[in-house]
Nanobody
Framework: QVQLVESGGGSVQAGGSLRLSCAASGTIFSSNVMGWYRQAPGKPRELVARITSGGNTKYADSVKGRFTIDRDNAKNTVYLQMNSLKPEDTAVYYC?????????WGQGTQITVPS
């Protein structure tokens, strides 16, 4: 069983920054992908960014140049630095880890950027 604990959510004015953290505990294969997804009200959950254990990254077009994902493999922790936040970034952000045949999700953390 893998537990993902997210932190760093909140409310920030447009143009501001936030940094999310997600710490994974439990049995995780060393080769894995950690990522952030988000879900806005009435919309499907979507990929924000993901990073492999080797450091390869993928970003949604909507966040390229504004968000940066990185990870600390020794701590099984993934981070999401979010800059130049926009009202359309408002959503619940979920951490996810893909390892082997398993997928685990965090509980989600709310990010609100008032318009």
């Amino acid at each position: 069983q893998v537990q993902l604990v997210e932190s760093g959510g909140g409310s920030v004015q447009a143009g501001g920054s936030l940094r999310l953290s997600c710490a994974a505990s439990g049995t995780i294969f060393s080769s894995n992908v950690m990522g952030w997804y988000r879900q806005a009200p009435g919309k499907p959950r979507e990929l924000v960014a993901r990073i492999t254990s080797g450091g390869n990254t993928k970003y949604a077009d909507s966040v390229k140049g504004r968000f940066t994902i990185d990870r600390d493999n020794a701590k099984n922790t993934v981070y999401l630095q979010m800059n130049s936040l926009k009202p359309e970034d408002t959503a619940v952000y979920y951490c996810r880890v893909d390892h082997g045949a398993d997928v685990d999700w965090g509980q989600g953390t709310q990010i609100t950027v008032p318009s």
